[in-house]
Each structure stands twice: as structure tokens, then as C-alpha cells.
């Protein structure tokens, strides 16, 4: 795989018609198009959004937010940290690293990363160096969170 330029998406009507791309391939649970429409303001360039292209084509994309430190309750010590949401490669592109490209650029801020993970991809996250967050009823509702902790960094249990 070439050397693959991550850029954050533009919230506007152009990546809105890219988005629907990704919906059309039966992704439906992984679709950020009700985020990017509730996002938007035409070319917001604090976009959460980030993604690959092939050429003029968005092929693979992830929604990335930074949460303050006050509102962790993950880590220890309370830090600022990145959650991580529907990283989705279009069918045609899986399996040549984009995921992995997306991750690593994710990790690249050096801030610990939470994520849930949805159906059948936890074999992809181990791949990635999360791990199973301790699970606690109150603070998860249901969700079983991964974590990737940079050095220095422990979970909170």
C-alpha cells in the first residue's frame, strides 16, 4: 500500500453525497450520515470526521472526538482522551490497511483511545492493540468500550 494521506472531512453537502456511499453497501449500523447532518455547517473545519481517498472517491472514513479529562472515567490518571466511532472501509478496500491507517492515525495523538466495537470486529481491535475495558454496569449500559492505553496511562478499574 502506497503511503495513505488521512485528512479530516469538510462537513458539507459534497462529503453528505459521500457518506451515502458507504450506506448503499449495507453498512447501516456503521452509517455517520445522521452525524454529519446533525453536523452541519457548511466546510466546518473542526469536522470529527476523517477519511481515505482513492482519487476523488472517499473509501474509507471514522468519526474521532476528543472528551475532556473532567467527563474520563476510563483512565488513571483522569486524562483527555479520543473516542473512536464507526471506522467503516468501503467492501471494495478492505483487507490493504486503510482500518489500520485510520487507527494508527487516531493513535498518533497520544492520548488514550476508547472505542465499541460493533458486531464480529473484535478479532480487528486485538489486531490493533485494544483490549477489554473492565466493565462496569452503571458507567457502560450494555456496551462492551475497548481501550488502547499510550505508555503511562492505566485503566481505571
Do not use: C
Amino acid at each position: 500500500m502506497d503511503t495513505v494521506k488521512i485528512e479530516r472531512l469538510l462537513i458539507n453537502y459534497k462529503t453528505l453525497e459521500q457518506f451515502k456511499q458507504f450506506k448503499e453497501y449495507g453498512h447501516q449500523e456503521l452509517s455517520m450520515l445522521e452525524d454529519l447532518q446533525s453536523n452541519m455547517i457548511e466546510n466546518n473545519s473542526e469536522s470529527p470526521f476523517y477519511g481515505i481517498y482513492y482519487g476523488d472517491s472517499l473509501i474509507a472514513r471514522m468519526s474521532l472526538y476528543k472528551v475532556n479529562k473532567e467527563y474520563d472515567v476510563y483512565f488513571d490518571p483522569p486524562t483527555d482522551y479520543m473516542e473512536l466511532w464507526k471506522v467503516e472501509v468501503l467492501p471494495n478496500y478492505q483487507g490493504r490497511g486503510y482500518g489500520k491507517a485510520l487507527i494508527d492515525f487516531a493513535k498518533g495523538f497520544q492520548l488514550p483511545i476508547k472505542t465499541n466495537p460493533r458486531i464480529n470486529s473484535h478479532q480487528f481491535w486485538e489486531k490493533m492493540g485494544f483490549q477489554k475495558a473492565h466493565y462496569d454496569m452503571e458507567r457502560d449500559l450494555g456496551a462492551n468500550p475497548l481501550i488502547w492505553l499510550p505508555e503511562g496511562i492505566k485503566e481505571k478499574i
